[in-house]
């Protein structure tokens, strides 16, 4: 005998299929996703977020105001990036802390960029396309890159 | 490929397999879309929230403590993506509040077996619509393709794994007594 929650949970199966099914380009962007496999980096979390609300039940003006503020910690470094809007695109201004020259590239499911991070650790990476974005630092004095945790900026 | 178990291919993914990789994505594509839909995420926001859950299992592909479990670590960071999305907009996750317009296409009008079957869909539809959230919710995961576990259910909602059937339960007899109450059959050529 067929139970009739599995039936009717089965109708729905079929009309979120039929109505709201997985857009082709979710998949293709999913399998895609697998280009950023890196076998060799550590990483780092991200453990602040200015647009966040800082706690649970406050209510706050999220977002309306100044830049977003990431931060992210792993391997003994801070990477603390600003993020700013240029017309759709986003400019990151970045500081490694302790402060120390690095190279930063910032990925995103399209590509990415390359930049130097100055004497004192300091990074601007303009132009980079909303969405999904994470960072790779490489240190001269730390023989793993550190990554940080892939974020929508 | 059809043989390996999900562990088996989460390990041959870290290793750097892509073929392992596309049959996780076939697996449980359609849960992590499910989750971030149930949050009543737009199309574009849930398109965000599914590319960086499946980027971060990139990231952690070599880090999960129990690769066994990889369906309910992706709805667990799918259901925290879209929680975050929905802070960053200053909306909150709420319980029984109205249905949000989500973005589904008007069924085509056809044959008339076609046109039984797309006012039946209207029907579950606005039945849906008069859900609880946390009903909706749960259906909408729970009827995700191919059908999660309740463990993956229970991380996709963030809810213990023994409520998943007494909810379940409940949740469809809600929607049952609000499609007769439309008039409607509880399920068309269901005899009972």
Partial sequence: ???????????????????????????????????????????????????????????????????????????????????????????????????????????????????????????????????????????????????TSWVTI | MGEHSVSELVGLAADGDQGAWRELVGRYSGLVWSVARSHNLSHTDADEVSQTTWLRLVEHLGRLRDPERVGGWLAATARHESARVLRRAGREVLEDSPQEDVEFGNPEPGPEARLLESERRELLMKGLAELSDRCRRLLRVLASAPPPSYAEVSDALGIPVGSIGPTRARCLENLRRILVAQGAVPHPGGGS
């Fill in chain 1, 1 to 147: 005998m067929i139970d009739s929650d599995d039936a009717l949970l089965a109708e729905l199966r079929d009309l979120f299929e039929a109505m709201d099914p997985v857009p082709a380009q979710v998949v293709a962007a999913a399998e895609a996703s697998f280009t950023w496999r890196t076998i060799d980096a550590e990483l780092a979390a991200l453990v602040a977020d200015s647009a966040e609300r800082p706690l649970a039940g406050v209510r706050s003006q999220v977002g309306q105001a100044g830049p977003r503020l990431l931060t992210f910690e792993g391997q003994g470094l801070l990477v603390e990036v600003e993020i700013d809007s240029v017309g759709t695109d986003r400019r990151l201004v970045g500081q490694l802390v302790p402060p120390k020259p690095a190279e930063v590239e910032v990925r995103w499911p399209g590509g990415s960029l390359t930049r130097i991070a100055d004497e004192v650790g300091h990074f601007t990476v303009d132009a980079v396309p909303q969405g999904p974005v994470s960072l790779v630092c490489r240190l001269a004095d730390t023989a793993k890159p550190v990554a």
